[in-house]
């Protein structure tokens, strides 16, 4: 699904949005907050929009935070095809814990999420269990403000697009 879901905002809108809904994030789950003071960056998507009948898209658009500084925009996508109808709305907080895996991901046109084996999706159960001071993966990703009547959130099949907003 291409970017036009949110190609209207601006870079000031998509950047407070973004770092409102990280604040957000950190306020409900003391973990995000934890890991966030160790990651090396954080790529936020305030809103994603998922909606389908069968074959279904999503779309959103949010930063690249490297020492709390907005460093580049971008767009995540992804298309599905299943038993699925519906439309929703949620956010991601993806948080990069060393440099190499943060370069990987933000330095070519694009990153297949969802097919990166170095990402871990944290849920309230894993979230839970979590401990800090033993984080060994390359990154964590924290899902949020789900609102609508899709079931499930996935990175499977979502790729990152920089996008260059005005």
């Known amino acids: 699904m291409p970017s036009q879901v949110m190609a209207a ?5 998509i ?5 409102a809904a990280l604040h957000q ?3 409900a789950n003391p973990k995000a907050a934890a890991i966030g003071k160790r990651a090396k960056g954080i790529m936020v ?11 279904a898209g999503s779309s959103g658009d949010g930063v690249l935070l490297v ?7 971008f767009n995540i996508s992804s298309a599905s095809v299943g038993l699925q109808a519906g439309a929703q709305g949620y956010g991601y907080a993806l948080f990069f ?15 297949d999420v969802g097919s990166d084996p170095n990402v871990v999706m ?3 159960g894993a979230a839970a269990e979590l401990d800090t001071t033993t984080l060994n993966k390359a990154v964590y990703a924290f899902a949020f403000g789900q609102k609508g009547l899709m079931a499930g959130i996935s990175l499977k099949g979502s790729r990152t697009k920089q ?3 005005k």
Request: glycine share 4%; hydrophobic share 40%; net charge positive.
């Open 9 to 13: 905002s601006s870079a000031a809108e």
């Open 15 to 19: 950047e407070a949005k973004s770092r």
């Open 25 to 27: 994030l950190y306020a």
């Open 45 to 55: 998507f305030p809103k994603i929009i998922k909606g389908g009948f069968v074959i």
């Open 67 to 73: 020492n709390d500084k907005v460093t580049k925009f």
């Open 97 to 111: 814990m060393n440099n190499e895996k943060l370069a990987e991901a933000t330095s070519n046109e694009s990153w």
């Open 122 to 124: 944290i849920d309230k």
């Open 163 to 165: 996008i260059h907003p």
